[in-house]
């Protein structure tokens, strides 16, 4: 009797520590394709949403010249920026590397890196 009719034959064959290490190769390639292209992304969120806030500026200011001006004297406003918000952060609590992926990572970008790589990619 043969049980090997329509199915694979059993056993280890000869390809098998070969396909997993082509496995892990394009899994590890897919993987930096998907993080380069979020972080693609993430540029062009930040360019579309920097966009919107010149648009609502340029509304506002429009909206805010055909007003009369506020005479009320008692109108001030009160507080200051402080450091952290005039100059962005400059330092990361999130770690450098991922810690259970086995791709290599990127540097990570947070603060005023945005304007670094913002300009670079002008």
Same mark, same amino acid.
């Given at each position: ?10 056993? @280890?064959?000869?390809?098998? *520590? =070969?396909?997993?290490? !082509? ?5 590890? $390639? +897919? ?14 969120? @930040?360019?579309?949403?920097? *966009? =919107?806030?010149?648009? !609502? ?5 429009? $909206? +805010? ?31 450098? $590397? ?25």
């Amino acid at each position: 009797m043969v049980d090997s009719i329509g199915r694979f034959p059993v056993g @280890r064959s000869a390809m098998v *520590g =070969k396909k997993r290490k !082509n496995f892990l190769q394009t899994t590890i $390639k +897919k993987m930096e394709q998907w993080r380069d292209k979020a972080r693609i992304n993430l540029f062009q969120q @930040r360019r579309r949403y920097k *966009g =919107k806030v010149e648009t !609502n500026k340029a509304l506002m200011k429009a $909206k +805010k010249a055909g007003k009369l001006p506020n005479l009320n004297p008692t109108f001030v406003t009160i507080g200051h920026r402080s450091i952290s918000q005039r100059y962005g952060v400059t330092h990361s609590t999130v770690p450098l $590397k991922p810690k259970y992926s086995i791709v290599k990572p990127r540097e990570r970008i947070y603060g005023n890196k945005w304007k670094k790589y913002e300009g670079g990619r002008k």
